[in-house]
Nanobody, 116 residues
Framework: QVQLVESGGGLVQAGGSLRLSCAAS????????MAWYRQAPGKQRELAAS???????NYADSVKGRFTISRDNANNTVYLQMNSLKPEDTAVYYC??????????WGQGTQVTVSS
């Protein structure tokens, strides 16, 4: 069983930065694809960024150029550096771990609020 614990959310003014962290338990982290999803009030959950075990990153168009996903396999941690934040980035951010073929885990979520 894998547990994911997110941290780093909070309240920030537009234009500011936050860094989210997600620590994973277990021994499959380095082989897993890690991702950050987000869900804004009244909207569907969407993928913000993902990174494979080999380090290949993928971003939603809405965050490209502003967010950076990275991972530290030695410490089983994935990060999301968020710069130039906008009010529309306000959401609950969830960390996920995917290990083929069937293992998928979600964190409890961390709130990010960007004020205008």
């Amino acid at each position: 069983q894998v547990q994911l614990v997110e941290s780093g959310g909070g309240l920030v003014q537009a234009g500011g930065s936050l860094r989210l962290s997600c620590a994973a338990s277990g021994n499959i982290f380095r082989l897993s694809t890690m991702a950050w999803y987000r869900q804004a009030p009244g909207k569907q959950r969407e993928l913000a960024a993902s990174i494979t075990g080999g380090g290949r990153a993928n971003y939603a168009d809405s965050v490209k150029g502003r967010f950076t996903i990275s991972r530290d396999n030695a410490n089983n941690t994935v990060y999301l550096q968020m710069n130039s934040l906008k009010p529309e980035d306000t959401a609950v951010y969830y960390c996920t771990l995917s290990f083929p073929p069937f293992q998928n885990y979600w964190g409890q979520g961390t709130q990010v609020t960007v004020s205008s």
